[in-house]
């Protein structure tokens, strides 16, 4: 092991000296973890976690995530929001610099979010900007690009117009997809702006080398407002698909931090590392749809009653190992300002939970000494999902008797069927918050959510609260009328949320400046290593 | 020969036309599409890149515009890795992979070769038994098997060489990737030559050459080694092709920035593009052993002619 830091270091050294760095040996090298090889450095087209920790390192956009996971200036330094909600003026940094030491500007940002919007560009995430006043119809093309909500008033100062009031519009910003890209190099470079060698960023951190599926290099960022108080000079990124491999990476001292292993490791790895060993439950709600176009699960009490028959501590304990939680709400905990409605059963005995469920399914007429229950359970292709059915089909038939089969397919496949509106009993699902707000959650469920409300759920009660949420400003009413909607929603189950997730990360004890939170923000910017 | 030469290659033409057709609508029958994520697409969204990459257009047309890139070498862009064409993709991965199924092909074949004469020439012996049983469990420990435990014993617990990435690209690096590679492989060769050297053992021209009195040593190793060679060779091609153009256990379980894992990554993501590219790549690694192979063949055999 010693020999190999040896011969790395003297790579490393070899390399600073050729680039003319500052003083190698004091060099600070974090050595990150990745989940995979990132699909595109190109803030357009990025849609996964992957490339979100290295994008965000690399720029930063108006608002940004702190160690905490709290909302806070970024690029920009301050901002006003018009009375009506409508209008927010950004100042930008006047020290903000590219990376080719070139100022940021108003514009830059104007050209990012206008490219995003661009139907040519087909960005993967363009909706995240959708409530920028225009945005949805110019992305399908139904107008010009200078008709979005976006003026650069000066050099430092970014006007922005809404469609309508949006809470949630500064968690909104901080997504990768609303990262600055510099308007010179683009228009220089094309689509070859995210090469090493040619990227220009404004974040913390610039693009040094990419090798892919091996490591990709960013180094400190000289020209960057902040630079004095990053600590780190240098930033291995390791995309490791198999999570086997990044574990034993880990425990061979090659890597300091490491995202995402197998639950089944959790114990083992407890028990060798201690404090390394990070859980943190996170915005990401593992449910079960029922498809309530068809019978029985378009009756309410059928639903109810399979939700409640699900032990989800059984899940969370036996199958992940407590490395997620049970859920009785489709909004995770963690949300600033929210609080999630929970469903009534999960208040609950297991054993209380089972008795009412019971009763509710002979209410329904199905079950022991009513129609025969035939479930199919459909779920993606995992080790992990193919245990929690399992366990779930054993609850369905213990309690009713139900005869209850399996079909798993590849992701691709599964969610495919599922968005193309194909008819099914009961189907796994996953969300995971794009932002940090109660509404991305339940928006899922509205009637005219024609790709992700996979049951075809329809209720107009549910669909009016949405809608007055949208409407309301007052943000205590708003979580209020949110709240209303989740409480119809348990009510209702449609879904059956079964699981809050879980981060795991191992964090070598070298690293410092690290804190767990629910929004899983982890900028390099903040943290350090020690020897 | 050189006659021979160019007909094998002209033949490759309309092969590799077939195999590139049949992976094209092949992968297009697969349910899903390269932007079906776990994470659904907006309708929108989903539309705008369809149309950017030219899959809203009739199969037939996508077809023609296909072949028609890939004859002058554009296999298009990857639908996944957006950032790269698939070429891109293939040629840095490339090297990578060539590198580590060569060191893995030759400690395969040496070792195959060698471990299989020694268990020929003390046939039935314990020697012969204990080297047979190891090759046997070569064969059969798959190498997703034999990667982690490699790994755990030399990295983990010893920490005398890394456990996995391509670092420097020093020997250090390549070790344990190179035998989890070879293992399976030199089974296979030192079972391959053991069977052949004992028949070529009993053959009459090995008992002449020893009725003369000629030394062991150049028995073995020149007369009967150059017939025992044959079926060793006829299985070089098809390993060679395979160990060369990357293994996706192997480069997963030890980070390898090679192009093996391209073709299941590809198709999982249903990245047509990548997965046309490899399934490309590797007709063509195929083509060029067998085609070598039959070359050697001429020269280790005179009774094989090529005209």
């Given at each position: ?8 270091r ?10 003319g ?6 060099e600070a ?5 990745n989940a995979g090889?990132p699909q ?11 490339e979100?920790?290295i ?7 108006l ?11 970024g ?9 009506d909600g ?12 590219w990376s ?15 490219r995003?919007?661009d139907?040519k ?18 992305n399908k093309?139904e107008l010009?690009l200078?008709q ?6 000066d050099?430092?100062?970014?006007e922005v117009?809404l469609e309508?009031?949006t ?9 990768q997809?609303a ?8 228009e220089?470079n094309g689509?070859d702006?995210?090469?090493?060698g040619?990227m220009?960023?404004?974040?913390a951190?610039?693009?040094v080398?990419?090798?892919p599926?091996?490591?990709l290099v960013v ?5 960057y407002?902040?630079a004095a108080n ?8 390791y995309?490791?698909d198999?999570q086997a491999?990044?574990?034993?990476r ?6 300091d931090?490491?995202y995402n292993f ?5 114990e083992?790895l407890?028990?060798?590392?201690g404090?390394?060993v ?6 990401a709600t593992?449910y079960?749809?029922?498809?309530t176009r068809?019978?029985?699960y ?9 939700s409640m ?6 899940l969370?304990?036996?199958?992940y190992?407590?490395s997620?939680?049970p859920?009785?709400?489709m909004v995770?905990?963690?949300?600033e ?15 209380d939970r ?7 399914m002979k209410?329904?007429?199905y079950?022991?000494?009513?129609k025969?229950l035939k479930?199919?359970?459909?779920y993606?292709?995992n080790?992990?999902?193919?245990r929690?059915?399992?366990a ?7 309690t009713?008797g139900?005869d209850?089969?399996?079909?798993n397919?590849?992701v ?6 599922l968005?193309e ?13 794009d932002?940090a ?6 928006a899922l469920?509205?009637?005219t959510n024609k790709t ?6 329809n209720n ?7 809608k007055?949420?949208?409407e ?5 009413t708003?979580a209020?009328?949110?709240?209303e ?7 209702e189950?449609?879904?059956?949320p ?16 690290w ?6 923000q982890?900028?390099s ?5 020690s020897? | 020969?050189?006659a021979?030469?160019l007909?094998r290659?002209?033949?490759a ?6 195999v ?7 992968m297009?029958?697969a349910?899903?599409g390269p ?5 659904p ?6 539309e ?10 009739p ?17 298009g ?19 990578y992979?060539?590198e ?7 400690l ?9 004469t020694?268990?020929?020439?003390r ?16 064969v ?6 034999v990667g982690?435990?490699l790994?755990?014993?030399?990295a983990?617990?010893?920490?005398w060489l890394?456990?996995?990435?391509w670092g420097d ?6 070790i344990?990737p ?6 399976p492989?030199?089974a296979v060769?030192?079972?391959?030559t ?6 070529a053992?009993?053959?009459?021209h ?5 009725a003369?009195g000629?030394?062991?040593?150049s028995v ?9 060679m044959l ?17 996706a ?6 980070t390898i920035?090679?192009v093996?894992?391209?073709f299941v990554l ?5 990245d047509?593009?990548l997965?046309?590219?490899?399934v490309?790549?590797?007709a063509?690694?195929v083509?060029?052993f067998?085609l070598?192979?039959d070359i050697?063949?001429?020269?280790l055999d ?5 005209d």
């Amino acid at each position: 092991m010693a020999n190999r830091l040896i011969g790395f270091r003297a790579a490393l050294l070899a390399g600073a000296i050729l680039l003319g760095a500052g003083p190698a040996l004091a060099e600070a090298v974090l050595h990150r973890g990745n989940a995979g090889e990132p699909q595109t450095l190109d803030q357009a087209h990025t849609s996964i976690n992957i490339e979100e920790f290295i994008l965000k390192d690399l720029y930063e956009g108006l608002t940004i995530y702190d160690a905490s996971g709290k909302i806070v200036p970024g690029a920009a330094e301050s901002w006003t929001v018009s009375d009506d909600g409508t209008v927010y003026t950004f100042k930008l940094r006047e020290n903000a610099r590219w990376s080719d030491g070139s100022p940021v500007t108003a514009e830059d940002f104007v050209f990012s979010f206008t490219r995003v919007e661009d139907p040519k560009t087909a960005a993967g995430y363009a909706n995240i900007l959708y409530p920028i006043k225009n945005a949805e119809k110019v992305n399908k093309g139904e107008l010009g690009l200078d008709q979005l909500g976006l003026k650069a008033v000066d050099a430092t100062t970014l006007e922005v117009t809404l469609e309508r009031p949006t809470p949630f519009f500064l968690e909104l910003l901080a997504h990768q997809t609303a990262l600055p890209v510099s308007k010179a190099s683009v228009e220089k470079n094309g689509a070859d702006f995210v090469k090493p060698g040619t990227m220009v960023s404004n974040g913390a951190f610039k693009l040094v080398s990419h090798v892919p599926n091996d490591n990709l290099v960013v180094e400190k960022n000289e020209n960057y407002w902040d630079a004095a108080n990053v600590k780190l000079d240098k930033v291995i990124f390791y995309p490791i698909d198999d999570q086997a491999a990044s574990v034993r990476r880990f425990e061979a001292k090659e890597m300091d931090l490491v995202y995402n292993f197998s639950a089944d490791q959790i114990e083992r790895l407890k028990a060798s590392y201690g404090e390394q060993v990070h859980v943190s439950p996170t915005l990401a709600t593992y449910y079960y749809a029922f498809d309530t176009r068809q019978e029985p699960y378009s009756d309410v009490n059928v639903r109810r009653a399979l939700s409640m028959a699900v032990d989800r501590d059984f899940l969370a304990k036996e199958i992940y190992s407590g490395s997620q939680l049970p859920a009785y709400s489709m909004v995770p905990p963690g949300m600033e300002g929210y609080e999630p409605a929970t469903a009534d059963f999960g208040a609950l005995s297991q054993l209380d939970r089972e008795d009412e469920a019971l009763k509710l399914m002979k209410e329904a007429g199905y079950g022991e000494g009513g129609k025969p229950l035939k479930i199919e359970i459909r779920y993606n292709t995992n080790p992990n999902h193919e245990r929690v059915a399992t366990a779930v089909a054993d609850m369905w038939k213990n309690t009713f008797g139900a005869d209850v089969s399996m079909v798993n397919l590849d992701v691709s496949s599964h969610y495919a069927y599922l968005q193309e509106g194909g008819a099914f009993n009961v189907a796994r699902a996953g969300w995971v918050a794009d932002y940090a707000d109660a509404e991305n959650f339940l928006a899922l469920s509205v009637s005219t959510n024609k790709t992700f409300n996979y049951g075809k759920f329809n209720n107009v009660e549910y669909d009016a609260l949405m809608k007055q949420s949208y409407e309301e400003r007052d943000p205590a009413t708003r979580a209020k009328v949110l709240h209303e909607a989740e409480a119809l929603l348990m009510k209702e189950q449609p879904i059956a949320p079964l699981l809050t997730q879980a981060d795991l990360w191992l964090v070598s004890s070298k690293v410092q400046g690290w804190q767990d939170n629910a929004a899983n923000q982890h900028l390099s910017r903040f943290l350090s290593v020690s020897e | 020969m050189l006659a021979f030469v160019l007909r094998r290659l002209a033949s490759a033409v309309p092969t590799l036309f077939i195999v590139v057709t049949i992976s094209f609508f092949l992968m297009r029958f697969a349910p899903g599409g390269p932007f079906n994520l776990e994470r659904p697409l907006p309708p929108a969204t989903m539309e705008n890149l369809m149309r950017a990459y030219q899959l809203d257009q009739p199969l037939w047309r996508q077809y023609l515009t296909y072949m028609g890139n890939a004859v002058t070498g554009d296999f298009g862009p990857s639908y996944i890795y957006k950032d790269n064409s698939v070429a891109e993709l293939i040629g840095k991965g490339l090297p990578y992979s060539v590198e580590l199924g060569f060191y893995a092909l030759l400690l395969a074949l040496v070792g195959g070769v060698i471990v299989g004469t020694i268990a020929a020439l003390r046939q039935n012996s314990a020697l012969d038994f204990a080297v047979m049983s190891v090759a046997t469990i070569g064969v059969t420990v798959p190498n997703f098997v034999v990667g982690p435990v490699l790994t755990l014993i030399f990295a983990i617990m010893l920490a005398w060489l890394p456990a996995g990435g391509w670092g420097d690209g020093s020997l250090r690096f390549l070790i344990l990737p190179m035998i989890a590679l070879a293992l399976p492989q030199l089974a296979v060769f030192a079972r391959l030559t053991r069977g052949s050297m004992i028949e070529a053992l009993r053959t009459d021209h090995i008992r002449t050459a020893r009725a003369y009195g000629l030394p062991a040593k150049s028995v073995v190793v020149v007369h009967a080694m150059r017939g025992a060679m044959l079926p060793i060779v006829s299985y070089l091609a098809p390993c060679a092709a395979a160990l060369l153009t990357g293994s996706a256990v192997v480069e997963t379980i030890f980070t390898i920035p090679g192009v093996g894992r391209y073709f299941v990554l590809g198709a999982i993501n249903r990245d047509y593009t990548l997965v046309m590219g490899t399934v490309v790549l590797i007709a063509i690694f195929v083509i060029v052993f067998n085609l070598l192979v039959d070359i050697l063949y001429g020269l280790l055999d005179p009774r094989v002619r090529h005209d």
